[in-house]
């Protein structure tokens, strides 16, 4: 076989085959990932890995590796911007794109119909009921990650001091989330480049399945389809309409609206988060939290519990969350519109500002991946991130618990110092409970996302019903 150029080429089949997906057949394969996508970044990953490598054989273990540690260097959601990048490597830009808006179609209509639900229902008190089982549940879902990607990710002691430096950094001193990736990944360069060993033992994902398939035994094969060279025409051509699309909306609500109105806020905030938001769905959450709950006043921390509940419910992205903090935001800061309507707008906003980048930095990075490929440089500036990533997750858990358990919380009167501190006496006995129960069901009894959602839910609504709580 012979690719266009007349060169010989070690794929076992190409687009033109029989055997190769058709794009109508690549569509539904995109679809049953995006209906199926629960359980965090670590789920959906594990969940394309099985359809995508072990069951069709699109591509193989090592190119999907080599596109996940791709997609672990760029900000946002990584698995939401693999799916973009498995999509285009099979079908271009119009797979890339349909690969992308089907992993996230499902997360966007199921956040905005149960929005809705708890804008209008929200203090009903079996619905209030349900959300306050769900705190528990998301709180000890929260720990987990930091016990998964600690594991992972603390192979030193190096890496340790990072992860500690970035919890006290954040949580004691209010050091922002962008500071801290920027420093821990410039840590990680320098010591690379001075070849100080504990800098180097990467910092990628190891196997993601149970079966591993080799890349010459797959549609793709070995070999990097044409449609994957670098073309700079092409990468400046795409770069240019999907930034267009992603921010000349942004500029025009602020020389519409203003800097000040909300729709300019959220437009602002989420497209600045979308640059710098290293380190996966839990780091962005941590980010989200202090600058939406605290900064902005769009939501309270009980609310921003709620929306992650919905978030670990509900299939696609964890990153989903922000379309509810975008809807509470202009919800409560309606103007001259009718405030669901305004919610809806400001969660759709979110969404679109939220995403769109993520089409970009693939379409515009992809073609160029072979040049980071055996780059340790940015393989050891990766691993500082993953660590500073450990302890800002730790900051989110606190956090969390702080505002599951105790119904009053406090700044320390002390120079210098930008922390939160619980009143005992407001301890809430019964959160207190549900949360000793999620934590064991998880990290002692390995219990699932769903599983420990829904126990945690149904003991809500009992402690309410009878009273406990």
Known sequence: MKTTTGQPTSHRYDMRSSDYPTLSEAFKVWARIGLLSFGGPAGQIALMHQILVEERKWLGEKRFLHALNYCMLLPGPEAQQLAVYIGW????????VIAGVLFV???VVAIMALSWVYAIWGNVGIVEAFFFGLKAAVLAIVAQAVYRIGKRALKNSAMILIAVAAFVAIFAFGVPFPVIIL?????GYVAARRNIAAFRSGGGHGKIGAVQVADADTLLGEESPDHTQVNRAWAFRVSAILLGLWLVPVGALFLALGPAHVFSQIAGFFSVMAVVTFGGAYAVLAYV????VQNFGWLAAGEMLDGLSMAETTPGPLIMVTQFVGFMGALRDAGTLPPLMAATLGGLLTTWVTFTPCFLWIFLGAPFIERLRNNQNL???LSAITAAVVGVILNLAVWFGLHVVFAEVKPLDAPGLDLLIPVLSSVNLAAA????IALLAVLWRGMGTIQVLLLCAGLGVAARLTGIA
């Open 89 to 96: 490597l099979m079908h271009r830009t119009l797979g890339g």
């Open 105 to 107: 179609l499902p997360g």
């Open 183 to 187: 420093v821990a990944g410039m840590m």
């Open 289 to 292: 939290a202090q600058e939406a």
């Open 379 to 381: 393989t050891a500036a």
């Open 433 to 436: 409970a549900l949360t000793v």
